[in-house]
């Protein structure tokens, strides 16, 4: 079964920049639409931004324009710029239909 690991979280201040990673354990971006989710305290998880497996791209509303999806051969991205503490959140990968086992995430803390 595909095991997802995300990484590149931390703590950044307002208008920082950083750029998360998914592994897999299988080659899996190139054949499947990816997504990013992102679950802040107390709230449900949301989706983020996908990577359809030609290269059509949808992104959240409340991060258009500020968060970037992309991949290569080996790893899923996500460049997140001109951050806000609202954005502040533990962000997991998986693939659209999300029935693949989800990560342990990795954890962005938005705070001055």
């Known amino acids: 079964q595909v095991q997802l690991v995300e990484s590149g979280g931390g703590l950044v201040q307002p208008g920082g920049s950083l750029t998360l990673s998914c592994a897999a354990s299988?080659?899996?971006?190139?054949?499947?639409?990816m997504a990013w989710y992102r679950q802040a305290p107390g709230k449900q998880r949301e989706f983020v931004a996908l990577l359809t497996s030609n290269g059509l791209r949808n992104i959240a509303d409340s991060v258009n324009g500020r968060f970037t999806i992309s991949r290569d051969n080996t790893k899923l991205y996500l460049q997140m710029n001109s951050l806000i503490p609202e954005d502040t959140a533990v962000y997991y990968c998986n693939r659209l239909k999300q029935d693949w086992p989800w990560g342990q995430g990795t954890q962005v803390t938005v705070s001055s």
């Open positions: 299988e080659n899996i971006f190139s054949k499947n639409t």
